[in-house]
């Protein structure tokens, strides 16, 4: 069984930064793409960014140039580094991750949610 863990949220206000982590445990072999994704009051989860096992990244274009993903998979763990917040960024994100638990097994797994709330 493989575990997603997001921790890393909290209360800030406009301008401000937090840096999100998701560590996977479990049985792993190896972990494929990742992603961080949220879901505001109301609306659809939407894709926040996005990186590849080559670490290939892509960024929703509301989040370009604040965002970074970056991902350590020594310690399989992956991170979301959030500046310049603004209220419309409030939301909880979850992460995504494909996960190979073996040569010939693999899922997609996600994780509980943390939420990011920013003030005006």
């Known amino acids: 069984q493989v575990h997603l863990v997001e921790s890393g949220g909290g209360l800030v206000h406009t301008g401000g930064s937090l840096r999100l982590s998701c560590s996977a445990s479990?049985?792993?072999?190896?972990?494929?793409?990742m992603g961080w994704y949220r879901q505001a009051p109301g609306k659809q989860r939407e894709s926040v960014a996005t990186i590849s096992g080559s670490s290939h990244t892509n960024y929703a274009d509301s989040v370009k140039g604040r965002f970074t993903i970056s991902r350590d998979n020594e310690k399989n763990t992956m991170y979301l580094q959030m500046n310049s917040l603004k209220p419309e960024d409030t939301a909880v994100y979850y992460c995504n991750a494909d996960i190979s638990s073996s040569e010939f097994s693999r899922g997609d797994y996600w994780g509980q949610g943390t939420q990011v709330t920013v003030s005006s």
């Open positions: 479990g049985k792993i072999f190896w972990i494929n793409d």
